[in-house]
């Protein structure tokens, strides 16, 4: 007696063309802090922007690039790549990209080297979650995908920081 091929038309042996599709894990924005590549899950970016007007605050902590007005309200704008503890950060220009997170009570713009692209990332390129798990990193996994490797960042982490809580000192 000869077995019946599978519902989905696909011979014994084979996988059904939904089966050979990567599952899409998460929607990414891919960018560089310094010589780093990372990544951030779309769901907490509101929008990509050149540099705007910041005001500088006397005393704060290194990586608060400073206090930005987004539609009346001002913002904390942090440094990426400072924050991380990179090496200084690199000169801004009107070119520097701003990125706005929200976390849907927390907003924050953050100061990135460059903005590469928005892409899905396959379940199977993010990597090394158990490595990242239980720990303090600002990461949350690896990205290995076909426009290379990238740390994803914890932005639920992250959002819940209070950028602005370092006391005054003497520097």
């Known amino acids: 007696m000869q077995a019946s091929p599978p519902a989905d ?3 014994p042996g084979r996988e059904s063309p939904a089966a ?9 924005l891919r960018l560089r802090l310094q010589d780093i590549q990372c990544a951030i899950d779309l769901c907490f970016v509101e929008r ?6 910041v005001q500088q605050v006397p005393g704060g902590p290194r990586y608060l690039a400073g206090l930005m007005n987004y539609r009346g309200e001002s913002l904390a704008l942090v440094d990426l790549g400072i924050w991380l503890g990179l090496t200084d950060g690199e000169p801004y220009s009107l070119d520097t990209p701003i990125i706005l ?16 692209q928005a892409e899905a990332a ?15 990193s600002p990461f949350i ?16 982490r992250i959002m819940q920081l209070d950028f602005s809580a370092a006391s005054l000192g003497t520097p």
């Open 101 to 116: 997170c929200h976390d849907g009570q927390t907003r924050v713009g953050f100061v990135v080297s460059e903005v590469f």
């Open 122 to 136: 396959a379940a199977s390129s993010v990597q090394m979650e158990s490595t990242f798990a239980g720990t303090v």
């Open 141 to 156: 996994a690896a990205l290995n995908s076909a426009s290379g490797q990238a740390l994803l960042l914890d932005m639920r």
């Open 9 to 11: 038309g696909t011979r």
């Open 48 to 53: 990509v922007s050149p540099l705007v007007a």
């Open 20 to 28: 050979a599709t990567p599952t899409v894990a998460l929607q990414v």
